[in-house]
């Protein structure tokens, strides 16, 4: 795998995430709505809004092999109030801004309708393992929900899943929150009776993801992880299984990227919104106190392999800023991602991506 | 889910069905959350976490989450069974199912299986289980007790099988020492992966053991168990130590552990360290699970094995899976008698006495009252 950490635009940006002065490659918050005009979107969004899902993921997949997949890096200047705890406001620009600059449209709403349709069943998936700690802000969820219903997408088309309910709820996700999404563990909703055959292994898919849901929009957060060395969208799929207990062999490889590889859960992923605001960067994947290093940043893409890619550059970084060794020091390197490229899910070549990154 | 009066009125007969595939009609995999008992065979790790000892995995297990297995949960810094008294399969067979040869033949066996498995092997014909999750399955409240006092009900030992009594390990000993108090013999059906101090605890309270050796080579447990095959080898050891009786089964999957060489290897194996009156029983494959795509095992190859088997000094090898082909039966090593003739799972001649053949009075191996 190449991962290209040292390039200088990464440095530059990096350098910039520790110094707490986002640079963005020249480009200020008020003109972040220009910033899709800089480069071609990666999925093909030159058509209109109205471009069915199913349309849309096979422009995503022509993009995506004949281009650079984009991931959009959106920091804000404080996303965080206090603790975990997120300033909504501030997650509603963020959000907007990345969905712009990934999709290239000039409204959010249409930006959205660009991955998932009007009347479509979205399900969210969500990383609720670690608790409201370390859990995707359920701020984060509520803003991307009122935006969905501006697609078009009612709150109770939205469901909010995970592998337990337990998680969900002690992330912040009850029941059905206030504002009209539902949430639902795969306990609860349980599983497909019929296996899911993988190369290495075999499972049994989550019924919401089967059944309830016609997209996915990945939420995962970025994390150390002591077993695979991160998790993050690809890991983030293993929500969709009823065994991932038994997929943390070998450092999850190749069980990550055949999770991934699995029709019904690849053909499902719309989009990805990577919760960094405050990614846990020891200990991981539980919270531990004082693991979490506050980033403020939001990371958008439709390519899996690529958005963790960029994921896995930052989480490098935050480590390094706390003299924390490179993961492949501690025998933690990812080795999935490359897998996953291999497989064809997606860009692991740092390279190879096109990394827009917004400051609001 | 049923009551417990209900549960076991379902079962009808001495088929006392509890969940899962093969073993009864699995539900919707959406089972309700099973009661949490303080697991053993662990240490805690700095932040929270755990390091399970059960096994040579080893699981380092963060907060909230789970080894391997799946049923063994950590909770804030505490490491908890999810499976103890929560059979999901419950029943009647013949000894010979196990299969044990040399263990009371003609005798039943209450059996008993919790979800989950240490291994995931892809001809697993209780996949069902062994690869779910407590929740995944239905499953019933069961305390030691209870199930002893079923077992002596229907006249049969107890026996953990069917998934992967190690992962249920802390039920099995307390079954098997409720078992011993109320005198009702315990046997265990395993893959032997386990470490050996769980082990050694276990077997002070079984009368015997039947393991899995699946293959003869790191690769193929590796490849197709996700799991060693040296921990297995040391297990074997420590029970061949231990007295408990043993009896051996090698699952031959065409083109995957059948190797003459491996087999020859294995066979030489056995008798260095197991010794030469170890049952070692060559069963057919049924395409199963992942390896749905593989062909049943011929009979030529149990056949081959079995002979390779005897040529290697084993004196009680067996054919297994198909009933009527010649090598169900246990003979005499010193008179070449039929002692104890079978077909499958049924008991069709008895000629040992007091442990001795009828025709030559020579001692054979086993516990056979």
């Known amino acids: 795998m190449n991962r290209d950490g040292n390039s200088p635009e990464r440095r530059r940006f990096l350098q910039a995430l520790g110094a707490g002065a986002f640079a963005a490659a020249g480009c200020s918050s008020s003109c972040a709505g220009k910033q899709p005009q800089q480069s071609a979107p990666a999925t093909g969004q030159a058509t209109s809004s109205v471009t069915t899902a199913a349309t849309r993921t096979e422009a995503a997949r022509v993009v995506a092999a004949g281009g650079k997949p984009r991931v959009v890096v959106v920091k804000a200047r404080r996303a965080l109030t206090q603790g975990y705890d997120a300033d909504r406001g501030a997650l509603g620009a963020m959000l907007e801004a990345g969905l712009l600059a990934l999709a290239g449209e000039k ?18 998936k969500i990383n609720g393992l670690a608790a409201r700690q370390a859990a995707t802000h359920f701020e984060l969820v509520d803003e991307l929900s009122a935006l969905l219903g501006k697609a078009d997408i009612e709150p109770r088309q939205q469901i909010v899943f995970d592998r337990f309910k337990r998680d969900l709820t002690e992330s912040g996700f009850g029941a059905n929150r206030r504002d009209g999404y539902r949430c639902v563990g795969n306990d609860e909703a349980g599983h497909e009776e019929e296996i899911a055959l993988m190369p290495s292994s075999a499972s049994r898919l989550a019924r ?41 062999l070998y450092k999850c490889d190749p069980y990550i990227a055949e999770v991934n590889a699995i029709p019904a859960i690849r053909d499902k992923q719309r989009l990805v919104i990577m919760d960094a605001l405050r990614p846990v960067v020891e200990g991981g994947p539980s919270y531990q106190p004082g693991a979490a290093e506050v980033a403020n940043l939001l990371l958008f893409a439709t390519d899996l392999v690529a958005i963790d890619t960029v994921g896995l550059g930052i989480l490098e970084d935050l480590r390094a800023k706390r003299r924390l060794p490179p993961l492949d020091k501690e025998g933690l390197f990812p080795t999935h991602l490359a897998t996953a490229g291999k497989l064809g899910l997606g860009e692991a070549d740092r390279a190879r991506i096109d990394i827009v990154e917004i400051e609001v | 889910m049923l009551s417990r009066r209900g549960f076991f009125l379902t079962c009808g007969g001495c088929a006392v069905a509890a969940s899962a595939g093969s073993l009864g009609g699995r539900r919707a995999l959406a089972g309700g959350a099973p009661r949490a008992f303080p697991a053993r065979f662990w240490k805690k790790l700095p932040g929270k976490r755990v390091e399970c000892q059960l096994c040579p995995k080893h699981c380092q297990v963060d907060d909230r ?73 239905d499953f019933h409240f069961m305390p030691p007790d209870e199930v002893v006092a079923m077992a002596k009900g229907y ?74 095959l040296k921990p297995v080898l040391k297990t074997l050891e420590v029970i061949a130590r231990s007295g408990v009786w043993l009896e051996l089964v090698h699952l031959c999957i065409p083109g995957q552990n059948d190797g003459e060489k491996e087999i020859r290897a294995m066979c030489r194996w056995v008798k260095g360290h197991l010794g030469r009156d170890v ?83 020579f001692g054979i191996p086993g516990v056979w009252s």
């Open chain 1, 107 to 124: 409204d959010a709403a249409r930006a959205l309708a660009s991955y998932v349709r009007a009347g479509e069943r979205v399900g969210l």
């Open chain 1, 208 to 248: 919401v993801l089967t059944r309830q849901v016609d997209g996915v929009i990945n939420l995962p957060v970025l994390k150390q992880h002591m077993l695979s060395g991160m998790t993050g969208a690809l890991k983030n799929n293993f929500g969709c299984i009823h065994n991932p207990n038994k997929m943390h």
């Open chain 2, 65 to 137: 989450e789970r080894g391997f297995c799946g049923v063994r949960e950590n909770r804030g810094g505490e490491y908890f069974t999810l499976v103890w008294g929560q059979p999901c399969a419950v029943h009647v067979d013949p000894i010979e199912k196990k299969p044990f040869f040399h263990f009371r033949p003609g005798s039943r066996a209450f059996s008993i299986a919790t979800a989950g498995c240490n291994m995931e092997c892809k001809c697993c014909q209780n996949w069902d289980i062994s690869q779910s999750r407590p929740e995944d399955v």
């Open chain 2, 155 to 228: 006249g049969a030992c107890v026996t953990f099988t069917y998934s992967e009594p190690i992962v249920f390990l802390e039920y099995c000993i307390d079954t098997a020492k409720a078992a011993h108090k109320a005198g009702v013999a315990a046997t265990m059906v395993t893959g032997g992966s386990g470490e050996a101090a769980p082990m050694q605890e276990v077997l002070e309270h079984l009368d015997a053991i039947k393991v899995d050796l699946k293959g003869f080579d790191e690769d193929y447990y590796r490849r197709l168990c996700k799991g060693e």
């Open chain 2, 279 to 361: 049952p070692l029983h060559f069963t057919r494959f049924h395409p199963e699970y992942q390896m749905k795509n593989v062909p049943p095992t011929p009979n030529a190859t149990l056949i081959r094995c079995r002979e390779i088997g005897m040529a290697e000094g084993l004196r009680f090898v067996y054919t297994g899976n198909v009933p009527g082909l010649s090598g169900e039966d246990t003979i005499c090593p010193s008179c070449g008698k039929t002692v104890v003739a079978r077909r499958g799972f049924e008991l069709e001649g008895m000629h040992i006495k007091n442990g001795r053949c009828e025709f030559c009075g």
